[in-house]
């Protein structure tokens, strides 16, 4: 049986175990991308709906990695972010939040990329990284030592590598098999997400609307063929709601979706695909296991209230890629105790901070809606804390 050698073997090709493969292979390491799915029927070629929001401090991973410039479809920037309380088929309240990224810089907030472009970016990407070996569809067996980890494909071609990451979602097999414990609380709620195009052009602004059955976004996006104006919608429902939601005709929905977002941008229309989304949230009690380490939803996920799920993956995989580039062996105990210390507090934090934000919005009760209405309001009248808000969400 041959055994071929590698940097960094990583099981998951996913956007985050993806772009960390092409970050590494871009700075020279040898690494071994593992995915049970075939990479060319995920890159869907007509326009589905579905979209990332790309953190303005995430940006330089998809730099590195050889990804931005592959976007086949331009990205929309965020330039301004509006967040206002209301109720479906109602003015959304007078007493809002605004944010301006003049405030902090010319730079956006972020992007907002289509899913399929991403996707097309990646697989052309490691088409081309003469440095990554990719094995999809392929299972992989993982067996870990203290000194290497061996990587088993279809029982007949065997990888050693240094350092294993874990990429392989929130199912990850890797950490169950490396016994490391999760804690999870699922969500009594559904995410639906769609994109609509619309009469009157976004202007580059985010909306983040507080209703009764959860956070509504409406996000700008590049238009396409056919359709000038188009954003991104991302919003939750109670699942029975958003069941009848998934079933509806066109227009039924299209009416729905139109209640929730108001009349800012005129007559709407959806285009693409709607899905829907059960929400939970877990956390893996730690990131590290003798070489190996955890990365993205494998780690963690989080309430899609922010946007933020994604960006914490790639934070994940740039802190891991940082590291790695000061070591000659990229699976010491003592780099993966420093990749652990510098990601996990910041995932915790963004847990606590969704999940309380969603607490708080996704209630009807008058007093809570005057008290959160009043606060977004003082906030708006603090410039310093705007900024600081601002910073956060940039990444």
Same mark, same amino acid.
């Given at each position: 049986?041959?055994?071929? =050698?590698?940097?960094? *073997?990583?099981i ?37 709906g ?23 479809? =331009? ?11 209301g109720?479906?088929?109602q ?45 999809? !569809?392929?299972? +992989? ?10 990587? &088993?494909?279809?029982? $007949?071609?065997?990888?050693? +590598?240094?350092?294993?990451v ?34 009157r ?13 959860? /956070?509504?976004?409406q996000?700008?996006? &590049? ?12 919003? =939750? ?12 005709? $066109? ?6 979706v ?23 949230a ?7 296991? /003798? ?23 790639l934070?994940d *995989?740039?802190?891991?890629? *940082?590291?790695?580039d ?15 210390? *510098? ?10 901070? =969704? ?10 009760? !008058? ?29």
């Open positions: 049986m041959n055994k071929e =050698t590698v940097d960094v *073997a990583v998951g090709a996913g956007p985050v175990g993806a772009a960390l493969a092409c970050r590494l292979a871009n700075q020279g390491r040898s690494v071994l991308l593992v995915d049970r799915a075939a990479l060319p029927p995920m890159e869907h070629p007509d326009f589905d579905r979209a990332y929001a790309i953190a303005y401090g995430s940006r330089p991973l998809l730099d590195m990695a050889g990804l931005w410039d592959r976007l086949a479809f =331009t990205p929309c920037p965020i330039e301004q972010i509006r967040v206002s309380d109720k479906p088929g003015p959304a309240s007078p007493l809002h939040l605004h944010f301006d990224h003049r405030a902090v810089g010319e730079n956006p907030f972020g992007w907002i990329v289509e899913a399929r472009a991403l996707r097309v970016a990646i697989n052309a990407q490691l088409r081309a990284e003469p440095r990554v070996i990719l094995r999809a !569809p392929a299972d +992989a067996v993982v067996t870990r030592s203290a000194e290497e980890a061996i990587i &088993t494909i279809a029982g $007949d071609t065997t990888y050693r +590598a240094r350092l294993v874990a990429a392989d979602g929130r199912g990850s097999q890797l950490r169950t098999q490396a016994g490391i414990a999760v804690t999870r609380f699922a969500y009594r709620q559904s995410a639906v997400v769609c994109a609509l195009a619309h009469e052009g976004h202007q580059n602004v985010a909306l983040e609307h507080f209703l009764p059955g959860g /956070p509504f976004a996000l700008p996006m &590049t238009g396409i063929e056919g359709a000038p104006h188009v954003s991104a919608i991302v919003f =939750t429902e109670g699942h029975a709601i958003a069941d009848r939601l998934a079933v509806m005709d $066109d227009a039924r929905f299209t009416a729905e139109a209640r929730r977002l108001g009349p800012h941008l005129g007559a709407v229309r959806l285009i693409g695909k709607r899905w829907t989304y059960r929400l939970s877990l956390h893996a009690h730690r990131y590290t296991a /003798p070489r190996l380490a955890l990365v993205g939803d494998a780690a963690h996920g989080i309430h899609p209230i922010a946007g933020q799920g994604l960006n914490l993956g934070r *995989a740039m802190a891991l890629a *940082a590291l790695i000061q070591s000659d062996d990229p699976g010491t105990p003592d780099l993966l105790q420093r990749y652990q210390r *510098a990601r996990r507090p910041d995932n915790l934090l963004m847990l606590a901070a =969704t999940d309380g934000l969603d607490r708080l919005f996704s209630t009807d009760l !008058p007093p809570v809606r005057l008290a959160r209405d009043l606060g977004l309001a003082a906030v708006n009248r603090m410039p310093r804390l705007k900024r600081a808000f601002m910073r956060a969400a940039m990444g």
